[in-house]
């Protein structure tokens, strides 16, 4: 018998729906494996289809064309390598998210998930039908037990499988990206490793599918947790790992130790990567936004230089009376400094003319929040109609604490088809700033060095819709307003533990109002990169009308 299997890890990038493009990147792989010597070759949970497919996965046209190409894959890598690819499976009435184990030319095994994640960005239990646990996959010398992502993060699946005769646990992933995620995982599955003393491996996916980011860091522990290998994070790879039979079983060979960004590079990396797929998936080359000269539209210009590269990033400056010199200043510096092109298109124009328009209907009132919107209003309206003229995507830059108590107009700033930074707090957009002006990566397609001047990080933020007007003449200062937030959104505290915690009632209530009476207009707003596990959208769900508010 064997006592070398050699397994090639795949952490590749799918596209939800390119189902022939996606099986060719599996015939691509299975050929450098098949060149290579290994005995099989991994792909991630749900890589034929992608991930997450939504209600997508309920056509039945759409499953017939998965089984047609498991089946032409079968059949073209008949020749070589075992081939183990997540794909949805309709078998008797049902649909299972499973994992196809093809050899040989033909399907030799399939597992089904039992678990199925239904919280947070997951509606699984709504698409799948549970399976009942699996038992391990003979493939050449190895039994290997394959838990499917969410499978592994449960103590039962993995024990079974180990009862059950597993030599290693395989590990399919489609996990999105969130903050801290990763050490997470690490603890969990180390645990899994603890228990059941097998080795195991946890692979995962890359890629922006719209609000997520799969951010791979895909890696192999040895029984008592110690790490074997660990892939890079965000990027696509590949890794042989061997696996040797020794005297107390399976044990993985030591191989490469990608390093690991910290947070505020893993934020913004997920950022420039979740845009640069929103955009090559829907395949569109080229953005434009509204460049204002303050610190949310220079951080989006900078991710937008970084995705496409800064020939493809075309800025506005919408000057209106309001509208500072030294905004004017700070936006040519942000432009110049990325190196993308910057163009003026003054509102005051328009303005005029439907000020015009509305005054019979305006008049003898005092002007007010009406006529600042129509100022917002006429840049969205501009910026749209340029992007429907020349094919660039608006994107909008709204950061999370804007977006979560309705700082920001419904059709004006929030125009867009995009927005990276929509769970960023505001008191993080000021960190990412500096930390991107003090580093570069090669995965960055903009500029070295300091893209933001650090006047536009440091001066007082303001939407310029009237004179002298400041973001704090209408809410809490920021490091508050953001501890609050973090508190009613992020981690569901109620209003008794904020007032606890310090902060005054008044301000929390007052804060409070604002997030739900907001929710209007964050379900019409464009999508944005999940960086944190309470993102809007999938994260938290919340009606609309709601009357309710906490007493406490």
Not at 79 to 97: M, Q, S, V
Request: hydrophobic content about 45%.
């Amino acid at each position: 018998m064997a006592d070398i299997f050699r397994l090639m890890l795949a952490q590749l990038n799918p596209t939800v729906g390119a189902i022939a493009a996606n099986a060719d990147a599996a015939r691509a792989t299975w050929a450098r494996a098949r060149a290579a010597g290994a005995d099989m070759v991994a792909l991630p949970e749900m890589f034929l289809s992608g991930y997450q497919t939504q209600d997508l996965v309920l056509r039945p046209a759409f499953l017939a064309d998965i089984r047609a190409a498991i089946a032409a894959l079968a059949a073209d890598c008949a020749d070589g390598p075992a081939i183990g690819i997540g794909a949805p499976e309709a078998a008797g009435g049902a649909i299972h998210n499973a994992w196809y184990v093809l050899d040989g030319g033909r399907i030799a095994g399939v597992v089904r998930k039992h678990h199925l994640p239904n919280a947070e960005v997951f509606d699984e239990c709504r698409l799948f039908e549970p399976a009942q646990v699996p038992g391990p996959c003979r493939i050449g010398p190895l039994r290997i037990g394959i838990p499917i992502c969410e499978d592994a993060w449960h103590e039962d699946v993995c024990e079974t499988l180990a009862e059950t005769g597993a030599e290693i646990l395989l590990v399919p992933n489609g996990s999105p990206y969130a903050r801290g995620k990763h050490d997470r995982r690490q603890m969990i599955m180390v645990s899994r490793v603890v228990e059941t003393g097998l080795p195991l491996v946890y692979l995962n996916m890359v890629g922006g599918q719209d609000d997520q980011v799969f951010d791979g860091a895909s890696f192999v522990l040895n029984p008592g947790g110690a790490l074997a290998v660990q892939m890079p994070a965000f990027d696509a790879a590949e890794q042989i790992v061997t696996f040797t039979r020794t005297p107390e079983g399976w044990r993985a060979e030591e191989g490469p130790r990608a390093p690991l960004p910290d947070a505020w590079e893993a934020d913004y990396r997920a950022m420039v990567e979740g845009l640069r797929d929103y955009l090559g998936k829907s395949g569109i080359a080229r953005v434009m936004l509204g460049l204002s000269g303050g610190i949310d539209s220079a951080l989006v210009a900078a991710i937008a230089a970084d995705a496409v590269g800064p020939d493809n990033v075309h800025c506005l400056m919408l000057p209106s009376e309001y509208t500072s010199a030294a905004s004017l200043e700070d936006a040519a510096g942000v432009a110049r400094a990325l190196g993308c092109r910057l163009d003026s298109l003054p509102i005051e124009g328009p303005r005029a003319a439907v000020a015009g328009a509305l005054a019979p209907f305006f008049a003898g009132t005092a002007p007010g929040l009406a006529e600042e919107n129509i100022q917002s209003r006429l840049r969205g309206l501009l910026l749209m109609a340029l992007s429907n003229k020349f094919g660039a995507m608006l994107l909008t830059t709204g950061n999370k604490s804007e977006v979560a108590v309705g700082y920001c107009t419904i059709y004006g700033d929030m125009a867009g088809g995009y927005n990276p930074i929509k769970d960023l707090y505001k008191t993080r957009v000021f960190e990412t700033c500096r930390w991107r002006n003090a580093n570069h990566r090669d995965w960055m397609k903009g500029p070295a060095g300091e893209v933001i001047p650090p006047r536009v990080i440091d001066k007082p933020p303001s939407a310029e819709l009237r004179p002298d007007q400041k973001d704090e003449d209408s809410l809490p200062p920021y490091p508050v307003l953001d501890a609050i937030l973090e508190g009613l959104v992020d981690r569901d505290e109620s209003v008794a533990d904020l007032v606890a915690a310090g902060h005054d009632r008044a301000v929390v209530k007052r804060v409070e109002a604002l997030v739900y009476g907001a929710e209007w207009k964050r379900f019409q707003s464009a999508p944005g990169t999940r960086l944190t596990e309470r993102a809007f959208w999938l994260d938290r769900r919340y009606p609309m009308v709601n009357r309710w508010r906490d007493g406490g």
